[in-house]
């Protein structure tokens, strides 16, 4: 069982930041890509960032020049550095994992309780 805890969401004002972090713990023997999506109310949720084991990231367009992922393997665990951060940046941001809890596992998708951002005007 693979468990990912979120923490850093809260209520910022337009042009604040925030920084969000996940770690993952329990039983596991690899993890592959690790991100971030959000789901506003009333929307599908939407990828942010992702970043796989080898670092190259990827970014909604919304996001970019704003954010920032970030990973450290050695602590299984993926930040979110969100500056200039705007009302529509509103969501549960949830963490997300890929990964194997044994070597002998099948891919498996692992994510987070989700934690909430208020962005203010």
């Known amino acids: 069982q693979v468990h990912l805890l979120e923490s850093g969401g809260g209520l910022v004002q337009a042009g604040g930041s925030l920084r969000l972090s996940c770690a993952a713990s329990?039983?596991?023997?690899?993890?592959?890509?690790m991100g971030w999506y959000r789901q506003a109310p009333g929307k599908q949720r939407e990828l942010v960032a992702i970043?796989?084991?080898?670092?190259?990231?990827t970014y909604a367009d919304s996001v970019k020049g704003r954010f920032t992922v970030s990973r450290d393997n050695a602590k299984n665990a993926v930040y979110l550095q969100m500056n200039s951060l705007k009302p529509e940046d509103t969501a549960v941001y949830y963490c997300?994992?890929?990964?194997?809890?044994?070597?002998?596992?099948?891919?498996?998708?692992?994510w987070g309780q989700g934690t909430q951002v208020t962005v203010s005007s």
């Open positions: 970043i796989p084991s080898g670092g190259r990231t």
């Open positions: 329990g039983s596991i023997w690899s993890i592959n890509a």
């Open positions: 997300h994992a890929e990964g194997y809890t044994t070597r002998f596992s099948t891919l498996d998708d692992y």
